[in-house]
């Protein structure tokens, strides 16, 4: 991995580009542990970016960030049945502390259920407390033992959760739908990845839910990315830890809860998706890097008034709101230059040579179409900000035409399974809602129904894979 550019094409192997591009950029690499990584300081920014946009989201909807440890007493995870059987082949447990055999072990938190609802019943007594409306941004460890793959499937990562708490179902179900929504925004309008939206079935829900809400975005590879969830807990929960209020009818009732979360997954998305060859292409609303200003010297002609005109340029940019750099390094040439900052995708590149100087011009290149233009040195503020939002919805949309084209309706189990092992994608089909057939469906082909539309659609043929009458139409896809 010595050479600096990627030396795959997307197209050709996909996997490898992958890993290429998000080591060669900066944004992460592999950690001295097993199945663990690196955020670097790349990819550390773009999580900052969108810990930035989500908790402006949430807090100007009322709730408070906290912090829980990570450590979660077994007894506790064992409380909920459906809960703990579903993450106990993912927890890594702690037996030993110093030199002392630890009375109870302690799993490293695999998600905060537990621990937070031990708390919640001891806080919640009267419907004056309520909604309680806490998120937390934390690491989580799951003991993945299939291969790494940075950003998408690693034992530890980075992500928010966030756990509330309401007097009714329809507060709770409210809840639910208003996080989905901040969900797909910052998906679609921040990340330019266009998602599905919809519910999981009871065989994909989250373990211990009423119901499971998801947005899921497609890959360049045909397989489907779940970018975030947004569960209803229902009552269960407030039943084992017992969380229960007094209501102003003066009678006890037990809480309605939700949970939410999205995770740094999210940057692996970003990669894939709109990613090329020459490596990341980064969205101007989530990169911390929206234009970089490079000065270009010809044996030392002019390089005093080339450096100020270009520092005034980054200057005029910064007071006006653009996240621009000024990239003075000596050592390096601008085509050197010109490559990395390529290769981490910064959206806008600024040149200012001699000629520039001269003509009182400058020079900007878009990475996203690599199309070059010479514009008067008054205009460009006017014409970043043009250009910022061009290539914001160019992403967007070319990303959104892939979906679309790549979202196939099948009336058969043989049309299903020749569009799945030919392209992938979103497979439309007619299911009869027996977790039988998809069950049946997952053992034989690896695909899983990815969301249940919330305005249901009317079937066009029967069950794809039993024959029998539909009942639902849904989306199935080969997941990550």
Not at 399 to 427: S, W
Request: include cysteine.
């Amino acid at each position: 991995m010595s050479e600096m550019g990627i030396t795959v094409k997307k197209s050709e192997n996909f996997s490898e580009w992958y890993t290429q591009t998000v080591l060669k950029s900066g944004l992460a690499d592999y950690a001295p542990i097993k199945g663990c990584m690196i955020f670097r300081e790349h990819s550390y920014a773009i999580w900052e970016k969108i810990q930035e946009i989500f908790n402006k989201r949430i807090k100007e909807k009322g709730h408070k960030n906290v912090y829980f440890p990570m450590f979660i007493p077994e007894s506790f995870l064992k409380k909920e049945a459906e809960h703990f059987e579903g993450f106990v082949p993912e927890v890594a447990w702690i037996t030993t502390g110093g030199n002392s055999k630890l009375e109870e072990r302690l799993a490293v938190r695999p998600t905060s259920e537990t621990i937070m609802y031990a708390m919640y019943a001891k806080w919640i007594r009267s419907w004056r407390d309520l909604p309680l409306k806490l998120n937390q941004w934390c690491n989580i460890v799951r003991w993945e033992t299939r291969a790494t793959k940075l950003f998408l499937r690693t034992r530890e990562f980075l992500w928010q959760e966030g756990h509330t708490a309401h007097a009714t179902k329809e507060e709770a179900d409210t809840e639910v739908m208003e996080i989905l929504s901040i969900y797909k925004d910052l998906v679609e309008n921040y990340l330019a990845i266009p998602v599905l939206v919809g519910k999981k079935t009871e065989n994909e829900k989250f373990a211990g839910a009423l119901y499971t809400t998801a947005v899921e975005a497609l890959m360049p590879d045909g397989k489907v990315l779940q970018m975030g969830t947004s569960h209803n807990l229902g009552q269960n929960f407030a039943k084992v830890f017992s969380i229960k209020f007094i209501g102003e009818d003066e009678k006890e009732h037990y809480v309605w809860q939700t949970s939410w979360g999205v995770s740094t997954r999210m940057i692996g998305a970003l990669v894939m998706v709109h990613g090329d060859d020459k490596g990341l292409v980064l969205p101007p609303k989530i990169t911390p890097v929206q234009a970089v200003i490079i000065p270009i010297f010809y044996k030392n002609v002019a390089q005093k008034l080339i450096l100020e005109k270009a520092r005034e340029v980054l200057n005029k940019l910064v007071e006006n709101g653009v996240a621009a750099v000024l990239d003075d390094r000596p050592a390096y040439t601008p085509g050197w230059k010109f490559n990395e900052w390529e290769l981490k995708g910064v959206p806008i590149r600024i040149e200012i040579g001699p000629r520039d100087v001269k003509q009182k011009q400058l020079t900007l290149a878009r990475r996203d179409t690599f199309e070059r233009l010479a514009i008067k040195e008054e205009e460009i503020v006017d014409v970043v900000n043009k250009l910022l939002e061009e290539i914001q919805s160019n992403l967007f949309n070319r990303a959104k035409k892939f979906l679309e084209d790549n979202i196939t309706t099948v009336k058969t189990y043989d049309e299903f399974k020749e569009t799945l092992k030919k392209k992938g994608g979103f497979i439309r089909a007619c299911w009869c809602s027996s977790p039988t057939c998809e069950e049946k469906i997952k053992e034989e082909t690896g695909a899983t129904i990815r969301i249940v539309p919330f305005e249901k659609e009317k079937p066009f043929s029967n069950c794809i894979y039993c024959d029998k009458e539909a009942k639902d139409v849904v989306y199935f896809g080969r997941a990550y």
